[in-house]
Antibody, heavy 122, light 115 residues
Framework: EVQLLESGGDLVQPGGSLRLSCAAS????????MTWVRQAPGKGLEWVSS????????YYAASMKGRFAISRDNSKNTVYLQMNSLRAEDTALYYC???????????????WGQGTLVTVSS | QAVLTQPSSLSASLGASASLTCTLR?????????IYWFQQRPGSPPQFLLR?????????GSGVPSRFSGSKDASANAGILLISGLQSEDEADYYC?????????FGGGTKLTVL
């Protein structure tokens, strides 16, 4: 069974940093891109970033480029999201999802974690 | 103008059909895009329903009933999620998504109410 478990969410002050983790199991992790999507309280879904299976290709939403960095450790079956210079508007539930690149040939976004909550407030 | 636009709400009767639209921004042709559809119930992560580009390029999510189907309206430049035989558990938020200019883009979501 495919499982994704996010962690690392916390209350952080504006300007602070946080690293989120998403531990995967139940599939060959290195063969799949991974994606982070966020959802502010009461709002819609917003794509954050995607990373290829090898980690060699990364993509970011324009509003997060330069502040956020996605990475992965295939030996640990884990994808990370390093978030710097956090703002109040970054407050959201952050989900990781399986897939996000190369979706012509594989099923993307069929598996999501439960999310981890990031609150940016003083 | 947003890349994908969805009506904020839609109501339909139990047992009836509901057609949820996802309109692409003027100047980009829906025919060339693969449109993803997700359902999200309160307190739960999004669930992948299906993706649709054409009748020969489509995929249903695992375990998703066939009463959920995708199509396109070229004249409206829109992707469509059709839900037939509405059930009470279909009441949820629905999001469309596509890949554009090296980024995934979501629509704002439609809240479906089943009367």
């Amino acid at each position: 069974e495919v499982q994704l478990l996010e962690s690392g969410g916390d209350l952080v002050q504006p300007g602070g940093s946080l690293r989120l983790s998403c531990a995967a199991s139940g599939f060959t992790f290195s063969s799949y891109a991974m994606t982070w999507v966020r959802q502010a309280p009461g709002k819609g879904l917003e794509w954050v970033s995607s990373i290829s299976g090898s980690g060699g290709s990364t993509y970011y939403a324009a509003s997060m480029k330069g502040r956020f960095a996605i990475s992965r450790d295939n030996s640990k079956n884990t994808v990370y999201l390093q978030m710097n210079s956090l703002r109040a508007e970054d407050t959201a539930l952050y989900y990781c999802a399986k897939g996000g690149l190369g979706c012509s040939s594989i099923t993307c976004f069929e598996c999501w974690g439960q999310g981890t909550l990031v609150t940016v407030s003083s | 103008q947003a890349v994908l636009t969805q009506p904020s709400s839609l109501s339909a009767s139990l047992g009836a059909s509901a057609s949820l639209t996802c309109t692409l921004r003027s100047g980009i042709n829906v025919g060339t895009y693969r449109i993803y559809w997700f359902q999200q119930r309160p307190g739960s992560p999004p669930q992948f329903l299906l993706r649709y580009k054409s009748d020969s390029d489509k995929q249903q999510g695992s375990g998703v009933p066939s009463r959920f189907s995708g199509s396109k309206d070229a004249s409206a430049n829109a992707g469509i999620l059709l839900i037939s035989g509405l059930q009470s558990e279909d009441e949820a938020d629905y999001y469309c998504m596509t890949w554009d200019s090296s980024a995934w883009v979501f629509g704002g979501g439609t809240k479906l109410t089943v009367l």
